[in-house]
């Protein structure tokens, strides 16, 4: 057992389920439930008596084998026909679970999800865009869902509901949260964001501390459609707030830049809009380069060219990522037009600045 506060949703410490935390859950755990006991209530029995008859009926060495044809019709029948009531009520509380997860009700919140190697965006309208999915408890929440590259597959255990994310399509699930994520204190935030900044080059680690970095208990969310060499980073965080004005208050914490100056509302950008997925601040090699000492420096191109990574070469590569292929890269960069604003990009560019050594 670990010790420490109780981390909701979190399972790795327990024997069976995560916690049940959305109103899905009950449906889909008892289900689960009455095929296991159904297997468990004929497995036990048969081994049993296989193991007996084989030992009670045992020939002995040297006697020949006799021939068995006869049968017994009505035993015969009744072995077909009762179990396949067992099969007819699975079919049937399974359907009824199934229909209930098909079309989110009217009045559902609506949250836009984006997968690709290796990460997820959510968005929540007026350009607020985060790599967390934030709900409202008991509020209905519709997830639309696609991808800017291969299948990827959304899964969040806790409230038993997972769909593939196919692209080209758009592919949609809803459900209902029913467990509030809790709120650590001030002050456990503060030391957390204390040790992110002596210890870890100010990057949150939300795995070790288990709560965001503003402060919430989280469940997990999982690709669970092997998709590549990082597919098993491919993962992020739920947090149900307790009401509106919460979730809303977090959500506006997101939308633009408030007095932060460039280079720090570049630094969250690069974290929030998936660039950080595939590029490194630290000099090693990801899906794209790193920009470790990157701007300034002298770039070769695949089909031969040259060139220096200054602004314009920065704003170019974000918003029409195939027009220069760096060498040894593959065009897999998707393209941010439309999607981030001039002040966007302007900040970007600042805080890859600071990267220059
Ligand atoms: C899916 C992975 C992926 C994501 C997400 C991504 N990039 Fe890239 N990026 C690449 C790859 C691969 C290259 C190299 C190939 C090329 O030039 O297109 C690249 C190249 C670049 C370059 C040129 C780099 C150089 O050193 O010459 C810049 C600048 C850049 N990306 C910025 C960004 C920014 C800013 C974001 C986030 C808004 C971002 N990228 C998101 C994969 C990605
Ligand atoms: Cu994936």
């Not at 501390?209 to 060499?229: N, V």
Request: charged fraction near 25%.
């Amino acid at each position: 057992m670990i010790s420490g506060p109780h981390l909701i949703g979190d399972y790795t410490n327990r024997f069976w389920f995560p916690e049940s935390a959305s109103s899905f859950s009950d449906q889909v755990d008892s289900t689960f439930m009455l095929v296991l006991y159904i297997c468990i209530f004929f497995m036990v029995p048969i081994t049993i008596a296989l193991a007996y008859f084989s030992i009670r009926y045992m020939k002995k060495k040297g006697e020949p084998a006799e021939s068995q044809t006869s049968h017994n019709t009505p035993l015969e029948i009744a072995w077909s026909v009762l179990p396949s009531f067992l099969l007819v009520w699975i079919f049937v509380k399974g359907a009824l679970g199934y229909l209930d997860q098909q079309g989110a009700p009217d009045g559902s919140d609506a949250v836009a999800v984006k997968a690709f190697k290796w990460g997820w965006t959510m968005d929540y309208g007026n350009g607020v865009i985060h790599p967390e999915l934030h709900l409202l408890n008991e509020q209905p929440t519709k997830l639309t869902m696609r991808s800017s590259d291969v299948i990827h597959s959304l899964f969040i255990p806790a409230f038993r509901v997972k769909r593939d994310i196919v692209p080209g399509r758009y592919n949609e699930m809803w459900f209902k949260p029913t467990v509030a994520s809790e709120r650590v204190s001030e002050s456990e935030l503060e030391a957390a964001w204390k040790d992110a900044k002596e210890n870890n080059g100010g990057v949150f680690d939300r795995e070790k501390y288990q709560f965001t970095e503003d402060g919430y208990r989280f469940h997990d969310l999982y690709c669970t459609e092997y998709c590549g060499k990082d597919h098993s980073m491919m993962q992020t965080v739920v947090v149900v707030h307790e009401t509106r004005e919460d979730l809303n208050d977090w959500i506006k914490k997101y939308s633009g830049r408030t007095d932060q100056s460039p280079a720090e509302y570049g630094k969250l950008l690069y974290e929030r809009r998936g660039c950080a997925s595939c590029h490194s601040l630290d000099g090693s090699k990801r899906v794209g380069p790193s920009f470790a000492g990157g701007f300034g420096s002298e770039r070769e191109y695949v089909g031969g060219g040259k060139g220096i990574v200054d602004e314009s070469y920065i704003r170019e590569s974000i918003l029409e990522p195939k027009s220069k292929i760096v060498a040894g890269y593959s065009p897999v960069m998707p393209s941010y037009k439309g999607q981030l604003s001039d002040d966007d990009i302007e900040s970007i560019i600042a805080y890859l600045k600071t990267m220059s050594k």
